[in-house]
């Protein structure tokens, strides 16, 4: 029997109205080391700097006259030949926080240094969009045990799990039916206790709804086979198979390599690339690539040269990754880094992290990006 809490919410909640567009955001956590991802390897002081750790040339795969990928990237390099992927050089913002934590709540958030912002980007986005009537959790899915403050707005937040079986099951328990069933709220917490059990009922219907499309279509494409793999290979699936789900977010952790880099490192990259390639895949080969957009970041990248430990500390800008069937802008987006011209050790950014939200929010997403990042950047014009 359905509680009768569920049964109002039902009749309460809507879809959001969309343009069908889908963004897939990937982080990864730690501070990856973008110059030993998009490597400058004809720029002496790159192998200068890191004589234990670069890139020889002949793990290199040449993208450009003056850049080439590690070659664990070989599926983002089939993505670049293919016109597939735009790579985003020094990419950061003003005053730079080497704290993973800190740093990562400014580019969740697309706060600035001396901010302190309780709500996420993409958590935002979904309050602009959603009304009390007309909103869904499952509209931002997290493929994780907890919710990042991305996917958290002030009306609205997203919704994590790595099971869409588990989740059915969590939320079918007789506790939470019980206690939908038995709910009666009084003049005294009627205010706060009637949200609370309207936000049980609309995650327990989400439940019932990724669990329902988890069902639909079990890809063919070989992912890999371990954890990150088979969370990219979950988001395809609820993506062919027609979730209205606008926005996915997951987390490869691992990339703070400190000591003895290259080994870490280059399974990280393999995983990384070899599961984004295989979504690309899946995605093209069910006529779904040109309307999935695909954003890769890491809190900051690393500094430019190596440590004692044969690893690298934490630095500042880095780069950023889009890839879709539907760039406007492929290859290359702007210069590598210029070695030449450090900040105390570290690249200088360029071009602001927000300015790439800009241009996702309103080339891609048809959102009003300033109100939704709280001020105005410029939007770059890869979409």
């Keep these: 029997m359905v509680p009768q809490f569920l049964k109002s919410a039902s009749g309460r909640m809507g879809i959001r109205k969309s343009n069908g567009k ?32 670069h890139i020889p040339d002949n793990e290199l ?22 016109g597939n992927l735009c790579i985003i050089n020094s990419v950061g913002y003003p005053n730079p926080n080497r704290s993973h934590f800190r740093s990562m709540d400014i580019w969740q958030s697309a706060s600035d240094e001396n901010q302190y912002v309780q709500t996420g980007w993409i958590g935002r986005m979904l309050d602009a969009n959603c009304h009390s ?21 002030e009306q609205l937040k997203g919704m994590a799990f790595r099971n869409p079986q588990m989740l059915k099951k969590t939320a079918s328990t007789p506790l939470i039916n019980s ?13 706060y ?25 079990h890809s063919k494409i070989q992912y890999p086979q371990n954890d990150f793999g088979k969370k990219i290979k979950l988001i395809a699936e609820l993506i062919i198979s027609g979730a209205e789900t606008s926005v996915y977010y997951v987390s490869l952790p ?14 990280l990259l393999k995983s990384y690339s070899d599961s984004l390639k295989a979504m690309c895949d899946d995605l093209k080969s069910n006529n779904r690539f040109h309307d999935v957009m695909i954003l890769t970041f890491s809190e900051f990248g690393r500094r430019v040269k190596e440590n004692s430990g044969k690893g ?21 987006y702007n210069p590598l880094p210029d070695l030449t011209n450090l900040e105390e050790g570290d690249l200088k950014f360029r071009i602001d992290f927000r300015s790439v939200y800009s241009a996702v929010l309103s080339g891609w997403m048809n959102e009003d990006s ?7 950047f410029d939007s770059l014009d890869f979409v």
């Design 22 to 53: 889908i963004l897939v955001v990937i982080q990864l956590a730690g501070g990856n080391d973008g110059l030993n991802c998009v490597v400058p390897f004809r720029n002496d002081l790159y192998y200068k700097n890191r004589a234990a750790i």
């Design 133 to 153: 009537h007309q909103c869904h959790p499952h509209q931002a899915v997290e493929i994780d045990d907890t919710l990042s403050l991305a996917l958290k707005g």
């Design 370 to 376: 300033e109100k939704i990042l709280l001020s105005n």
């Design 193 to 217: 206790l009637e949200f609370l059990y309207k936000t049980l009922a609309e995650t327990t219907q989400s439940a019932d709804y990724i669990y329902a499309k988890s069902k639909i279509y």
């Design 61 to 82: 795969i040449q993208i450009s006259d003056d850049a080439a990928l590690n070659h664990n990237l070989s599926g983002i390099a089939e993505l670049f030949d293919a």
């Design 179 to 191: 206690t939908g069933k038995n709910y009666e709220a009084d003049a005294a917490d009627k205010s």
């Design 254 to 267: 691992g990339f703070d390599t400190h000591v003895f880099q290259k080994g870490t490192h280059a399974r």
């Design 312 to 332: 690298t500390d934490h630095g500042t800008a880095n780069n950023v990754f889009i890839a879709g069937g539907a760039l406007k802008k492929a290859g290359l």
